[in-house]
């Protein structure tokens, strides 16, 4: 009877965690390596109309105005914290530029000439004294559609309200609605 004979070389073995984890590194780099080198979209941020149907007896267009004021401040400085996202000013920046007035298709020439990809408006409603409203929209410049159309609640009359209302938009924005 013939006796066998095996020879066996010595290999490495790697086991199959390894090899996963080594691709899921290197996959993990590269989508780094290429954030990095993605330009930011631009977005032209348009001032906040303001509407009050709470009917509180006093007059209090002064607070609201400087709590709108801070509010779309807020706004743009989240907004330009943020990595995907650089903020341009319109030409009419000082003056109403809003929405109502003086229109979104001047606003939308307006940050087309101010090299913006998007064009952000919205109002902040004043429903009752605890309950505000804010309803946003981003506007593709080049399509002229919205890529994101949303309205939120936020509760309290307050500066600090308003402020965390705006910082909740400008995350919002950026996790949901640029693509």
């Not at 309803?135 to 939120?152: E, G």
């Amino acid at each position: 009877m013939a006796k066998a004979s095996f020879n066996v070389a010595r290999r490495w073995c790697f086991p199959a965690w390894w090899a996963a984890t080594a691709l899921a590194g290197a996959s993990a780099l590269a989508s780094v390596a290429v954030a990095d080198t993605i330009e930011p979209l631009t977005v032209a941020v348009a001032n906040f109309d303001f509407k009050d149907t709470s009917g509180e007896a006093g007059h209090q267009l002064g607070d609201h105005d400087a709590r709108l004021t801070a509010f779309v401040s807020t706004l743009r400085d989240s907004l330009s914290k943020r990595s995907k996202i650089s903020i341009t000013s319109l030409a009419c920046q000082n003056g109403r530029c809003t929405a109502r007035e003086p229109g979104i298709a001047e606003l939308s020439k307006e940050a087309k000439t101010a090299g913006a990809n998007y064009l952000l408006i919205g109002e902040i409603h004043k429903m009752s004294t605890l309950v505000g409203w804010a309803k946003y929209v981003l506007l593709d410049i080049h399509t002229n559609k919205p890529t994101c159309d949303r309205f939120i609640t936020y509760r309290g009359d307050t500066g600090e309200a308003w402020n965390r209302a705006a910082r909740f938009v400008a995350n919002d924005i950026e996790k949901n609605c640029i693509p």
